[in-house]
């Protein structure tokens, strides 16, 4: 079995607990917005909604501070695939029912974001990425250069998430341009 060096894991940590504490601030800040977002997915009887709405900000708030504690990452880790497992079959089954122009609910800013199969593909990406950070770590300790390798990968790997998403959002809507 491969086995990690613990800088990879407190590098998906940290992704993991930026995008999902971002997320559910997003969800917070615009909440009306948010259920919304969750009543138009229809994955789920309607009288349901007002308790996913909040379980949902509350379980991506949950992931974010448990996978920063080494002691609880693992089940942070499980917890954010989860959720991303989740977002994956309801945005598969929005795109096989054909209702390509409901919003994601996962765009960085408050202007909508149509579900398409590159969500998918990155949503698979980011479980994959996940799920591996539950892989066995060296015993090592962690050094000052480490340390510095942590904070520069993971601000890289931040941006790259996120212009991966503004790419994905601008290429819906560049198409949509094209073809008017």
Known sequence: ?????????????????????????????DYTRHVAIVADYQ???????????????????????????????????????????????????????GRTSIDCGCGWDSQKHPISGWLLIRNLLFIATTLSALLPLTNRSLHLVDWVLVAFASSAVIAVYYIGDLLIANWLKLRKLRSV
């Open 43 to 97: 994955v789920m009887p309607a009288q349901f909604v007002q308790l996913l709405a909040p379980l949902v900000i509350l379980l991506e708030f949950a992931a974010a501070i448990l996978v920063l504690l080494p002691a609880t990452r693992p089940m942070g880790l499980i917890l954010a695939a989860g959720l991303l497992l989740a977002y994956l079959f309801s945005i598969g089954l929005n795109l096989a029912r």
């Open 1 to 29: 079995m491969p086995v990690l060096d613990p800088v990879y894991s407190l590098i998906v940590a940290i992704l993991v607990a930026f995008v999902f504490a971002h997320a559910a601030t997003h969800k917070v800040m």
